[in-house]
């Protein structure tokens, strides 16, 4: 089953934070986040795998509350750079596959 | 080092023209590939995945379907194209270890159906 991803667009100022959550209707064992830019391949960003792990790399970072059964993204103090569409994806149980929320849009303005 | 292989990058085709776009993979062995859609401006669709040479998983019924015939080539191919089968498409590969492996995706095939 999809993973449900809020908000589905924000749009910042640079310099601005925001958190994109995702959340699932069944347990959930790890979670990936991926970005794609427009027109482009969906890049590789990190993946959380024990229940309160929390990543980061720069200024996004990630946590996923496994009890809760949902993971937040949160880009702090935003650049132009981190424009484009956020995806998480849940393995499915008992198979080899990723199954991804719908997205959230991020747009960055100067 | 590992890299991904995804042709061709834009076709436009008339509706009920066949299809093939095909996948390869270098630089590792027995990789878990897929094949993703996303209808503009929407979400990634997992349209088929394979854990291994003939071995096919589908996950959405439609008139598409996918082929393992090496390792690390992966087709899909359609016998009819319809229009609501426009859409950017992903081939994308992982470890064959466990769940948590992280995918690498190509650089996507947007297929316009007229």
């Known amino acids: 089953q999809q993973p449900v991803q809020s908000p589905q667009a924000v749009i910042l100022r640079e310099g601005e934070d925001a958190v994109i959550n995702c959340s699932s209707s069944k347990a959930l064992y790890s979670v990936h986040w991926y970005r794609q830019k427009h027109g482009e391949a969906p890049v590789f960003l990190m993946i959380?795998?024990?229940?309160?792990e929390q990543k980061g790399h720069e200024k996004i970072s990630a946590s996923f509350n496994e009890k809760k059964q949902q993971s937040s993204l949160y880009l702090t103090a935003s650049q132009l750079s981190y424009s484009g569409t956020y995806f998480c994806g849940t393995p499915d149980q008992g198979a080899q596959k990723l199954v991804f929320g719908q997205g959230t849009r991020l747009t960055i303005n100067p | 080092s590992q890299t991904i292989h995804q042709w061709p990058a834009t076709l436009v085709q008339p509706v009920g023209s066949p299809l093939s776009l095909e996948c390869t993979v270098e630089g590792t062995s027995n990789p878990n590939l897929y094949w993703y859609r996303q209808a503009a401006g929407r979400g990634l669709q997992l349209l088929f995945y394979s854990v291994g040479i003939g071995q096919i998983s589908s996950e959405v019924p439609q008139n598409l379907s996918a082929s393992r015939p090496q390792d690390r080539q992966f087709i899909l191919s359609s016998k009819k194209l319809l229009l609501s089968d426009s859409g950017f498409y992903l081939c994308?590969?992982?470890?064959?270890?466990?769940?948590?492996?992280?995918?690498?995706f190509g650089s996507g095939t947007q297929l316009s159906v007229l």
């Open positions: 959380l795998l024990k229940g309160g």
């Open positions: 994308a590969w992982s470890e064959d270890r466990d769940r948590n492996e992280k995918l690498f």
